[in-house]
């Protein structure tokens, strides 16, 4: 019962990773790539964590001792990861605006806030 | 059930490879730079399903150590496209 939810959970990461990885291929746009790759960093890594931290618990029905090992691991793995991957996605798109990567839209309606902002810098010095 | 952890492993193995195709034709550096940040996030997820496929969880604090380090290399190539660095 244990190895099959484990087996579940493993899939549906490989399937979200796939997924994530020809959307970073098929999309046309920058920003659009960005909502691509957050795919693998939100539930391929959830879900793997998932699988991991499901195995732990069939560890512990099990009566082994190994299971706080991997469980305390792999929560301490998550946490950082989904801490760190949302930084660097917003710092990624940030500095990608910042330096003349304009999207494929129709109304801009970040560049004006980026010009008044500048503006307030100018005059702040 | 190992040979699925396997299995898995491999095909992340290849994510990884098509990842590196959009670094070499990517049209921005931007995307070259989001490209090698979804490369750390598989190399995070082929630690942990290798922790799986061992029963070793030694591989998870690889896991996070180079979640933490491939996070600072991030943030330093992302000033660097800004163009904080003079």
Known sequence: ?125 | MNDIFMIAAIIFVLLIFACGVRIWRGPTNADRMLALDVINILVVIIMITLSLWFKQPIFVDVAIVYALLSFVGTLYVAKLIMGDLE
């Open chain 1, 1 to 125: 019962m244990i190895d099959i939810i484990v087996t579940v959970c493993v899939l549906i990461s490989l399937i979200f990773s796939i997924l994530g990885v020809i959307g970073l291929f098929r999309f046309p746009d920058f920003y659009t790539r960005i909502h691509a790759a957050g795919l693998v960093g939100s539930f391929g890594i959830l879900f793997m964590g998932a699988a991991v931290l499901i195995y732990a618990a069939g560890l512990f029905f099990s009566g082994e001792g190994a299971w706080l090992n991997f469980g305390a691991h792999i929560l301490i793995a998550l946490v950082v990861t989904v801490i760190t991957g949302t930084t660097s996605t917003h710092a990624i798109a940030r500095s990608a605006y910042r330096s003349g990567n304009r999207p494929d839209a129709k109304s801009d309606a970040l560049k004006d806030d980026i010009e008044s902002m500048k503006r307030r810098e100018e005059k702040k010095r």
